[in-house]
């Protein structure tokens, strides 16, 4: 028994200290203060309710973190038949500065509203928690490579919007086909027979 209790004092504890990072990630998914104290109360009574599933010696926090993405994501779905995710409120920083700073901040987060929400997120862990490359592929379930690309693509589309750059948006795949080269006396009708005869 007083095993059990250290165990459950030592989730606590780890839950407790971890946070931050999960109102800081829940800031990155929902663009809002409010939304974002609801979702972290909301992963956190999951997480107390599921501890008995939590694995001592494994990576907590991105046990954690996997929970509170899981929970957004259920929300989103719940609330997709009557909100659209765009029109969510973008008050992500929402600070007392002077009059250039407040515009610079306003328009930080606009263009971090712009931004996919896996770039934003992934950019959001890196940036502000600390969390390695591997921390994040490890809690947003995908490989090093593609949370390595995440970061850097919402890096330079962050850039390109604060300075005033427009980035032209990536041609469809069928515009990226090399295009097919007709040579004079190409009989096109029957491909075998051209194969056969060169």
Not at 27 to 44: H, I, S
Not at 62 to 70: D, E
Request: proline share 5%; glycine share 6%; with cysteine.
């Amino acid at each position: 028994m007083p095993k059990a209790k250290s165990g459950r004092g030592e989730f606590h504890g780890q839950l407790v200290a971890l946070l931050p990072k999960l109102r800081v990630q829940a800031l990155a998914l929902t663009r809002n203060r409010a939304a974002a104290e609801d979702l972290v109360q909301d992963a956190v009574a999951n997480a107390l309710a599921a501890q008995d599933s939590f694995t001592p010696g494994t990576n907590f926090a991105a046990w954690m973190h996997r929970i509170l993405r899981n929970r957004f994501i259920s929300t989103l779905r719940r609330q997709r038949e009557t909100t659209d995710i765009e029109d969510l409120p973008m008050s992500l920083f929402a600070v007392n500065a002077a009059h250039e700073d407040r515009l610079v901040l306003k328009e930080l987060s606009r263009a971090l509203g712009r931004l996919p929400s896996d770039q934003r997120e992934a950019l959001f862990m890196v940036v502000l928690q600390g969390m390695s490359y591997e921390e994040v592929a490890e809690t947003t379930g995908c490989a090093v490579g593609t949370a390595k690309s995440r970061v850097f693509r919402a890096r330079r589309q962050l850039q390109a919007w604060l300075t005033g750059e427009e980035r032209p948006a990536p041609r469809p795949e069928r515009d990226r086909r090399l295009p097919e080269i007709v040579t004079p006396g190409f009989v096109t009708g029957d491909v075998g027979e051209d194969r056969a005869s060169v």
